[in-house]
């Protein structure tokens, strides 16, 4: 089987292929072996965290009312270029549609339900990776600055706790005890028992190409430039030459788009630009995960380092780094947690980005020989184990543990067409675990 692309979906894909009992080369022109510049992909430089209280859609109710003075804060955790509004016009009205209630309140589900299972997904490839250090027990904590914003924090917080999300609302002297380096700014805090932080993103890649390659997996040091259907077979055309396979899986991040489209089949895909900012870390400044959403970035303790990593920008994959991004990112940084060190590095990544926050999961309309895991956005290193192991399942032609209808590569991104279905549990043998 060919899987494009080895950030953390393709690759936790390909792991969970070979779990399967299926032999794997991945092609990518930067993947994460020695000696190669992995820093492209979002799986590089994200925050680090894996979250399951994550369950709303970014696209919430009311956000249409709030965009325009979120792009004329300069300072602001969103921003776009103007020039790519003709690209963007189907993401965005499709974004726009998926913020009605009704429709935010069905993608929760959808996306709750995938959080259930994130576990099956990630703890057998930790296990096997081995020489991973968990930054777990603490939780991830949310804090808010006003008695109207924690209001909304208890409201998110009874619908967290009815899909099962372990959580509670935490005044701000109980924020202090947790966090006595914090600004003393904030009212109140809502704090996510069950997330925690992989030490450094880019070493687990690493750790998951050598379980690939242990296992008798390959790779392809090209990058895939057209994808053929036949009935032979699927062949890419890479750089380096044709790959033919029986299979392809496309998991490609924000690269995909392209490809699924040379492949027959069109994905509304964007890419959200995110940056990080890390500084020396000092030992015992910060001891969970921190947000405050209104700035839209993590502040995380991980290994030899304190990492602000988030914001949003419309910029497509192309684009220079904005350094006026960079400065408020680590101004605002220095505002939450004032004793943070020297500034150590800079980075900018592309979140591979739905409309309606649901990855694609699932095979082509085109020809069902070929599988798309992409469409990760905000979630890709929570949701990268999960969705491999859902793909091996179906490559291997077992049912999947949940249904898959609603992250389908064919559904209405928008929800425009035929309501999409809601994801029922359907727990099965489980295999390779
Ligand atoms: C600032 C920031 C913070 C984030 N924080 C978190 C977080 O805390 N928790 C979380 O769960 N998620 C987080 N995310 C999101 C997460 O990082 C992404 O969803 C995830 O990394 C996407 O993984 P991926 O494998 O789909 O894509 P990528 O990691 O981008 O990998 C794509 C790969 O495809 C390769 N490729 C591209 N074109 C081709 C081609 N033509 N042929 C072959 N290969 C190709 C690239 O070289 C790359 O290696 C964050 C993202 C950002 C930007």
């Given at each position: 089987m060919a899987v494009i692309g080895a950030g953390v979906v393709g690759l936790s894909t390909a792991l969970w292929l070979q779990r399967y009992g299926h032999q794997v080369e991945i092609i990518d022109?930067?993947?994460?072996?020695?000696?190669?510049?992995?820093?492209?992909?979002?799986?590089?430089?994200?925050?680090?965290t894996i979250a399951p209280?994550?369950?709303?859609?970014?696209?919430?109710?009311g956000i249409l009312w709030k965009v325009p003075g979120m792009l004329l804060?300069?300072?602001?955790p969103f921003s776009l270029y103007w020039r790519d509004l003709p690209d963007l016009l189907p993401w965005l009205s499709a974004f726009i549609l998926s913020s009605r209630k009704p429709r935010f309140d069905h993608l929760t589900s959808c996306l709750a339900t995938l959080m259930r299972h994130i576990e099956v997904g990630h703890a057998p490839l930790m296990a096997e990776v081995g020489d991973i250090r968990l930054g777990r027990g603490t939780g991830s904590l949310h804090l808010y600055r006003s008695e109207a914003e924690l209001k909304s924090a208890h409201v998110a917080m009874v619908r967290r706790n009815q899909e099962g999300i372990r959580g509670d609302i935490l005044t701000a002297a109980q924020i202090r005890e947790r966090?006595?380096?914090?600004?003393?700014?904030?009212y109140g805090g809502a704090l996510f028992h069950d997330a925690y932080v992989l030490d450094d993103p880019e070493a687990y890649c690493h750790g998951l190409a050598r379980a690939i390659i242990a296992r008798g997996g390959s790779f392809t040091?090209?990058?895939?430039?057209d994808l053929e259907i036949n009935g032979a077979g699927l062949t890419v055309r890479t750089s380096l030459g044709l790959i033919k396979s029986d299979r392809v899986v496309l998991s490609?991040?924000?690269?995909?788009r392209d490809l699924a489209r040379r492949s027959g089949q069109s994905l509304n895909l964007n890419t959200e630009r995110g940056y990080h900012v890390s500084f020396t870390s000092q030992k015992e400044l910060l001891s969970h995960p921190v947000m405050y959403p209104s700035d839209g970035f993590f502040l995380v303790p991980m290994a030899g380092e304190i990492r602000a990593a988030g914001t949003v920008e419309?910029?497509?994959?192309d684009k220079p780094t904005r350094p006026v991004r960079l400065e408020v990112l680590e101004r605002k940084a220095r505002r939450m947690l004032p004793g943070l060190g020297t500034k150590r590095s800079d980075w900018l990544g592309f979140r591979p980005s739905t409309p309606d926050s649901l990855p694609f999961i699932g095979p082509s309309l085109r020809d069902p020989r070929l599988f798309f895991a992409c469409?990760?956005?905000?979630?890709g290193l929570t949701l990268g184990g999960i969705t491999g192991k859902l793909i091996a399942a179906l490559v291997s032609g077992e049912k999947p543990e949940l249904d898959l209808a609603p992250f389908s590569?064919?559904?209405s991104t928008s929800g425009l067409r035929l309501a999409d279905p809601c994801p029922r549990h359907n727990p099965s043998r489980r295999r390779g675990s």
């Open positions: 022109p930067a993947p994460p072996l020695p000696g190669m510049d992995f820093r492209r992909a979002a799986s590089f430089g994200n925050a680090a209280n994550a369950i709303f859609p970014v696209a919430s109710p804060d300069k300072e602001g966090e006595p380096n914090l600004a003393q700014e904030y040091r090209g990058s895939a430039e490609a991040g924000a690269w995909s419309l910029g497509g994959l469409g990760h956005g905000h979630l590569p064919g559904r």
